[in-house]
């Protein structure tokens, strides 16, 4: 579950201020990602730098990917929040926030009780990036429809692609073998919570040794009818 990335999975490593923030030091599937997603946004009539005023981020950890998007992407924000269980982590990173003079919020805390950490606010983006391969098939579900439901305008995953076949053909999720990491059908979530997907991206397998922690899939959704839009 959540818990093993404090450490327990073999590629958690420490956190450190020095090496995590920095635009030339976000990870490359990161830089790529909120590409995509600045992309759709505008495909949809919003303006990245002017029109994304709130933003939450689910498993935060120190806050620097929340700070890229903050100085590179959605300068307007004034609402920028996030949430890891990892408590050094939050607590190193607030301090050093605050050093900067950011916005950034952050909280220690377990998905499993996201709705209340998220309060009864609506955000225009949330993002969840790298967490679900922490969490087997019901907590990872029941993580999508939280999020939907604090959605406005939209979501964005990255999470564990499956190396033989696209996500959206599994029927079921699994841990892989090597780290007990779990891979999910995404988008078959996202539809089961009343949500609509709009992007994905199944990197092709051979393209694995370009990312750090294993092949990523994105996956942008919005809220639909049913998840509280």
């Not at 933003?55 to 996030?82: H, N, Q």
């Not at 990892?86 to 926030?97: E, F, S």
Request: glycine share 8%.
């Amino acid at each position: 579950m959540w818990e093993h990335h404090v450490g327990g999975l073999p590629y958690a490593k420490t956190y450190e201020i020095a090496h995590r923030f920095g635009a030339e030091k976000l990870r490359p599937s990161r830089a790529e990602f909120f590409d995509h997603l600045c992309a759709h946004l505008r495909q949809i009539g919003v303006a990245p730098e002017k029109d994304v005023k709130s933003v939450f981020d689910v498993g935060c950890s120190l806050g620097y990917a929340l700070r890229f998007l903050e100085t590179e992407k959605f300068p307007a924000a004034t609402c920028l929040r996030g949430i890891d269980v990892d408590q050094y982590a939050i607590k190193t990173g607030n301090a050093y926030l605050r050093q900067l003079g950011s916005k950034i919020e952050l909280s220690a805390g377990d998905v499993s009780a996201l709705d209340a950490a998220m309060g009864d606010l609506k955000y225009d983006v949330v993002l969840c990036c790298g967490v679900l391969m922490y969490l087997d098939e019901d907590a990872a579900a029941r993580a999508i429809q939280t999020m939907l439901a604090h959605t406005r305008r939209l979501l964005g995953v990255i999470s564990l692609a499956n190396p033989g076949i696209d996500n959206i053909n599994l029927v079921a999720s699994y841990a892989r073998p090597a780290d007990q990491g779990f891979v999910h059908n995404v988008a078959g979530m996202v539809r089961q919570a009343g949500g609509r997907v709009v992007f994905r991206k199944w990197t092709d397998p051979e393209q694995a040794s370009r990312f750090s922690l294993g092949t990523p899939l994105f996956t942008l959704a919005q809220p639909g009818p049913t998840s509280n839009s």
